[in-house]
């Protein structure tokens, strides 16, 4: 299961959700991970952006963290 939310705001801002949640059928249980971006579009190719990163359930490849990201457009 995934669910990817992209929403503009004010003028060359943006947010992003990115929820992913994977079954285990061998074991039985759901893990998963979420991330979330604020970013800001410096120009029509290059944006800025800094994010938040949660992994949840038995089997998450990471606990948390957080980040900066350089999103260029070609």
Do not use: C, H, M
């Amino acid at each position: 299961l995934r669910l990817i939310a992209l929403q503009p705001f004010a003028k060359d801002y943006w947010a992003k959700l990115d929820l992913k949640l994977p079954y285990d059928w061998t074991n039985d249980a759901w893990s998963g991970t979420a991330e979330v971006q604020l970013g800001y579009n410096v120009s029509e190719s290059i944006g800025l952006y800094g994010e938040a990163l949660v992994g949840f359930g038995g089997n998450r490849n990471y606990d948390n963290g957080f980040g900066i990201g350089l999103r260029v457009r070609y």
